[in-house]
């Protein structure tokens, strides 16, 4: 117990050398050297004798080994040398009280390795007698130096487990099943208040868990015992003040007996009161974003249906217009070219009386040719009256959308050839009027629809039906033609896009069934409300 002292203080320190570091004992064997065999056994263990004054006896084992001093330095008072200067004084201490009471003692100080390093060791001593009298010390010393670092550094980590738990307000429990039992950390407090009285048994935990989650997260605890699973909850409790407290509370089966029932089970458990406060604003300002959302949508809908409404309806008036000026003008004027032609006619077979007496076949040529002029106007004068049932049939106007379907449909079937029929259904004790911007919608995308048949379907038969479920009107148009695939056609073919603006108009509904060789059913739904 090297100390710097003199003889004389070595010789008052007897006793701390019997405390002292007890020399670890090597036994060499195998095929390690001897020095490194003894070195490994004397960290472990160093057994040592002394005198009853504390003189080292030679017959100590593994102190040359562990301290690198040889017996005849470390005889008498020399295995001092190898003490921590700064634990000679504690050492005398023990000593002296050790030989006042003749007493088995241990203690810890520093001995130097030999290497060089200062390791803490721990010695143990008995008195060994004669006749009441004491004639030795022996005992142990063993290297603590690792477990000693071990331990500290365990005890650091608990320490900052410990503030992280502080500093998070995390309560930490521990339940004995078998008794029921419940043991707590300090962070208990924060979670269920300064005032709030220490649950010790788990029926007094319930108690403070909210009416609505009690039911609910007692079956799951019970149903946790049966897993070895990490468990997971959040709930409400209840302060004895009437707040009320979201928790998170994890935790797991540590100990089960011999059929395998939970007897221990440990875990934390946290405030997520803020985190629950933050996630319901989060919810609320996403479903206010939700519904400016959809407001914006629904507003941005409603410009668009009545942006398209006013583009229909110029289209509408512009071709009601047209239609007014192919029927009044070009039919004024086409009955005037027909009676000039007639007058004309007139005037040149009365002129022509002595030219026809010598050309016989000039009266015949003249009828023919005044013949074929007027069948001309009179096939003019029809497709101008066609083109103007077109833009604006006058039946939707005046008699409504079935009567100027069923005419359409029946025009439409004499002039393409393809055997058409119109149906009408539901409309019994109901009105058949509806809305103009409706009636022409509807009219319109029929209309579209027999103009696509005609070029693409090669149908040899169609079927109109005009239907008045509940609060709808819809209109289906099918055809026994080739079909097609709806998903490869395109959006912006003029056709579709028409059909669709205009029932989006009215706020409406296209859908189109087809495939291959299976012909088409289009359906124009669009509400009455």
Known sequence: MGTGMDNSDKQDVQIGAQTDELAPHNEAS??????????????????????????????????????????????DFGWLDCVHPDDLKSLYAIWIHASQTLQAFELEYRVRRFD???????????PIRDDGQLIEWTG????????????????EGEERLRFALA????????????????????GYHHIFGRNAETPRVMADFVAYIHEDDAERITAKIHAALQADDITDMEYRI??????VVWVRVMGRVFARDARGAAIRKMGVISDITAQKEAEEVLRRSQLELQSEAQTARAETAELRRRLLARVVGAQEEERRRLSRELHDQMGQNLTVVAMNLRALSEFVHDSTQELRRTDVNLERELAQRFQALQVAIGSVGEEVGRLARELRPPSLDTLGLTAALRQFVGEWERSTGISAQFDVLGFE?????????????????????????????????????LQRP???????????????????VPTNRLGLVGMRERLDAVGGTLQIESEPKGGTTIFARVPLN
Do not use: C
């Open 470 to 488: 509940n609060s709808e009107i819809m209109a289906i148009v099918e055809d026994d033609g080739r079909g097609f695939d709806p998903k490869r």
């Open 116 to 126: 060089g390093e200062y390791r803490r060791a721990l010695v143990r001593a008995v």
């Open 30 to 75: 195998g095929a390690q050297s001897a020095d490194e065999r003894q070195r490994a056994l004397a960290s472990m263990l160093v057994i040592w004798s002394t005198t009853p004054d504390g003189r080292f006896f030679e017959r100590e084992t593994g102190w040359q080994e562990f301290t690198g001093q040889s017996p005849a330095e470390a005889r």
């Open 238 to 243: 209840v302060h004895e003040d009437g707040a």
């Open 167 to 186: 500093v998070s307000g995390t309560g930490v429990w521990d339940w004995n099943i078998a008794t029921g039992q419940l043991e707590w950390n300090d």
């Open 140 to 155: 142990t010393l063993a290297d603590v130096e690792d477990a000693r670092r071990a331990e500290e550094r365990l005890r």
């Open 429 to 465: 004790g109901k009105s058949s009027r509806f809305d103009p911007e409706i009636e022409v919608a509807l009219y319109r995308v029929v209309q579209e629809a027999l103009t696509n048949v005609v070029r693409h379907a090669g149908a040899r038969t169609v079927s109109v039906l």
